[in-house]
């Protein structure tokens, strides 16, 4: 598979595409750790929102069941209307099924709207909102940049 | 006040400089949010950790008073041996006096350790690990760039 090295100007470029793309509010940022955290810091400051809360999943891309990803340290959204879903990639998009899942029975009173930098379009979600089509292998710089 | 931009290159060089200087090992990083997001983010792709958890703190600036930061969304960190935390700078320290003294009550089990960016020499707490002095106000490029 071909790779393609994202750099943190891409980033910011991205950014300012998908920020014109997102056209309804929200009240929280959810960044699924750790690929979503860099996105949910930038989109907490941009937007000004405080309430950027993190999310852990563990997949387990061997056996692609559905059943065994675990959710874990689900933030208390009993406040929240509308959250926005962060997360870099949606590739397999089978986190994020799940994700939202967990969400929408554990907080039936919120919105959920997912946003990303990349979306694979043989996923089996589409995100709301993406920057960019994947069509390789990306090393995105949070994750190269220190070992250079 | 002075300002100081805070481009990202002066992030990676200086995240260099603190994993360095980090000298002790651990298995959790707990990022303040929102300022250690992206530290988090970038220190769990270096150590190749899973397990990046974030925090959230609410201070009320005007009063000082040490007891009206709220520390919420505490991940269950029951398992962890050791927990690096992380934020982008240390200021007055307040919130992280408050952030070590609930987690040391509810997981006294674990070893915490702090890391920062930035260390303003007059905070009532020291980072045990930090890349820089602060002596002004930094802009920092997440908070900044997609702005301009």
Known sequence: MTKQYYSYENFRDDLKTLTKKIDKPFDVI??????????GHFLGEYYNLREVYAINTIGYDDTRKLDE???????????AKSVL???DIVDSGDTL???LQVLREKFPQAEFHIASLFYKFTARIKPDWYAKEATTWIDFFWVVDLKN
């Open 69 to 79: 990803v675990k959710v874990f340290n689900i933030p208390d959204l009993s406040h």
């Open 97 to 99: 099924i799940v994700v």
């Open 30 to 39: 959810l960044a699924v750790s750790r690929g979503g955290l860099t996105l």
């Open 85 to 87: 879903i962060v997360d």
